[in-house]
């Protein structure tokens, strides 16, 4: 069975940090770009960041750079998001999708350009 599957979510203090896994299971992610979206209530699903098959190249929305960092082990399976200096505003359910696209055409991070996608992982942002 096909599966991806989100942890690492809580709750945190603003300017705390989690970093969140990706877990793949039934396929091999290191054929994939992956990516990292969110969406808190209310609001579209938006794109955090991508990472290539090989790990080499990132991408960032303007939101988080600086402050988020994509990797990958591709051994284990497993692609991480490490959130620092996290603001209320970071607070979402987020996701983690595959595409069979390239980097290039990823890094766009529409929603659309992802296929497999897991059941997501809840962070909270709050004193």
């Known amino acids: 069975q096909v599966q991806l599957v989100e942890s690492g979510g809580g709750l945190v203090q603003p300017g705390g940090s989690l970093r969140l896994s990706c877990a793949a299971s039934g396929f091999t992610l290191a054929n994939y770009v992956i990516g990292w979206f969110r969406q808190a209530p209310g609001t579209e699903r938006e794109g955090v960041s991508c990472?290539?098959?090989?790990?080499?190249?990132?991408v960032y929305a303007d939101s988080v750079k600086g402050r988020f960092t994509i990797s990958r082990d591709n051994a284990k399976n497993t692609v991480y998001l490490q959130m620092n200096s996290l603001k209320p505003s970071d607070t979402a359910v987020y996701y983690c999708?595959?595409?069979?696209?390239?980097?290039?055409?990823?890094?766009?991070?529409?929603?659309?350009?992802?296929?497999?996608w897991g059941q997501g992982t809840q962070v909270t942002v709050s004193s």
């Open positions: 990472i290539s098959a090989s790990g080499s190249s990132t």
């Open positions: 999708a595959t595409s069979s696209y390239s980097l290039g055409l990823a890094s766009n991070l529409r929603y659309r350009d992802f296929g497999s």
